[in-house]
């Protein structure tokens, strides 16, 4: 099985994150798990330390270059301990409430850098005995995509634990003279910049030629009175204002059935569907803050997975495409059905293939320069959207840690800039389960989003004519909604038992 290699470099855009992290606004891709029965921390502990050998990147430390005259490097981190990446909290009362202010304080601190970038925090007292895990990962390691790679190999799709593999000792990587390490900073530097020069103008002509043959036609044909909206800055929302943190952390949920329903008998993608409920929700968070909707609209920012098939890949491999989607139709299948015509038109443009070659652009700026405009662009009050829209296909059977079944799986996308609120969305298990993110100071009632997205997700039900009781699924499944206390959530992808070794094989040799 291949491991990291010592001296890996980070990609320009892995370690944009780092360069755009300040206090007050961390960068990790998290989520907390809800788990029936009580999870021993010893078990959890001993669980990851045996599973991490297959794992190598997590044990390894983001390491800077002099003067940031080069891409950061992994390397490994010397004295891990494991002790310091998992934990456990006791709360007090266990109500949803304490849930919600214990995760929102864990996810709104920073990572220390001298250690690998992630962790594990195990909530124990939740109601009904069940156990909260949140889950970081910086996005410098991993986005949604990725973030599979550690949690596929924890989990299992049975209650079965699978086999622990065998740990293997590592040997400790020499240290580096600290002249050698300039000059090699130097040295990397230097040919970064040679071959982002001698790259560039085949990757525009690649992306050129791509575009013309797959639809025959100039880039943006089509895209007709849509240009006007996707060029021009968003307008502000009430929410968006500069972060400076804490993060503040809401939940819903929808059953699956609701939706699969509206997409059968309205047509469209399921992401469709899942933009129009959202656009629904931000219309009534706009209209309770007094905004005149009419004429208004959201720019939605959606994340495109850009992996080839069976890649799980650790680092970033997404790129954007912006949607904007009138927030003055307020009949929800319109509505559908704008959102439907606009994200084709985008699509058919290639939009996520441009905004990959701006990003390409972006990585030839030298290292250096990166690292100190990163920190004061975060702080910038550029429009560049209202809201990051994130969509990410979970496993749709049971998951278990150490024997446990996952009862509920909220995921957390950060925020930044001038995007006060970001929203996530996972499916898993028959339902999609919400996670929206908001800056305390931006976004201080962010818990109405939470009514408002399960509003506009019955509005749009019904205006399909589908009655509530085709389109809810049965919850016998899951413990009752009282008792799960449920959180934010991280992505997961697991195989039967039978599988799991080779699985991970697939997974680990990509993550290496």
Request: glycine share 8%.
């Amino acid at each position: 099985m291949p491991q990291s290699r010592k001296g890996d470099r980070l990609s320009w855009g892995d370690a944009a994150f780092l360069y755009l992290e300040r206090e007050g606004t961390p960068l990790n891709v998290a989520s907390l798990c809800v788990f029936e029965g009580r999870i021993p921390l010893e078990d959890c502990i001993q669980l990851v330390a045996a599973k991490l050998p297959l794992i190598p990147r997590y044990t390894q430390r983001v390491a800077m270059t002099s003067c940031s005259l080069g891409l950061p490097t992994w390397e490994s981190a010397r004295r891990f301990d494991i002790r310091q990446h998992i934990r456990e909290f006791h709360l007090k009362t266990g109500s949803e409430a304490e849930l919600k202010q214990m995760t929102s304080q864990i996810l709104s601190g920073v990572m220390d850098r001298k250690r690998p970038l992630w962790d594990f925090t195990l909530l124990q007292g939740l109601r009904g005995g069940h156990t909260g895990v949140v889950a970081r990962i910086h996005h410098c390691l991993a986005d949604g995509v990725a973030g599979i790679g550690l949690m596929n190999v924890l989990l299992d799709s049975t209650p079965v634990p699978g086999r622990k593999p065998k740990r293997k000792k590592q040997k400790p990587e020499p240290q580096r003279d600290s002249g050698a390490a300039l000059l090699e900073s130097l040295v990397n530097s230097y040919a970064h910049l040679v071959n982002k020069a001698l790259t560039t103008e085949a990757e525009v002509l690649k992306v050129a030629q791509e575009i013309v043959s797959a639809n025959g036609t100039a880039p943006f044909s089509g895209l007709g009175p849509l240009l006007p909206e996707l060029t021009a800055p968003a307008e502000r929302m009430p929410f968006n204002q500069v972060c400076v943190g804490p993060q503040k952390f809401a939940w819903a949920e929808v059953p699956m059935a609701d939706f699969k329903a509206i997409r059968e008998r309205c047509g469209g993608t399921f992401n469709d569907v899942v933009l129009t409920v959202v656009t629904g929700a931000f219309r009534k968070y706009a209209e309770a803050h007094k905004v005149n909707t009419i004429g208004r609209l959201l720019r939605l920012v959606v994340p495109v997975n850009v992996r080839g098939s069976g890649d799980v890949a650790l680092g970033n491999r997404i790129s954007f495409i912006p949607v904007p989607v009138p927030l003055d139709i307020r009949n929800p299948r319109k509505l559908l059905a704008n959102i439907s015509q606009r994200t084709q038109l985008i699509k058919n443009a290639h939009i996520a293939e441009f905004v990959g070659l701006f990003a390409s652009l972006l990585a030839a700026i030298p290292t250096s320069v990166q690292a100190v405009i990163g920190p004061i662009a975060s702080r910038l009050p550029l429009s560049v959207c209202n809201v990051i829209c994130t969509n990410v296909p979970g496993p749709q059977t049971p998951i278990y840690l150490l024997g446990h079944r996952m009862t509920a799986w909220y995921p957390y996308v950060p925020i930044g800039g001038e995007m006060g609120v970001n929203c996530a969305i996972i499916t898993y298990d028959g339902f999609a389960y919400f996670g929206f993110t908001g800056d305390a100071h931006a976004a201080p009632d962010l818990e109405k989003l939470e009514r408002f997205v399960t509003q506009s997700a019955a509005e749009l039900r019904r205006a399909a004519g589908i009655r509530q009781a085709e389109g809810k699924e049965k919850r016998s499944r899951k413990k009752p909604q009282a008792e799960i206390e449920a959180a934010p959530t991280v992505r997961t992808m697991t195989v039967p038992t039978d599988e799991k070794s080779e699985k991970e094989k697939v997974a680990l040799a990509a993550i290496a």
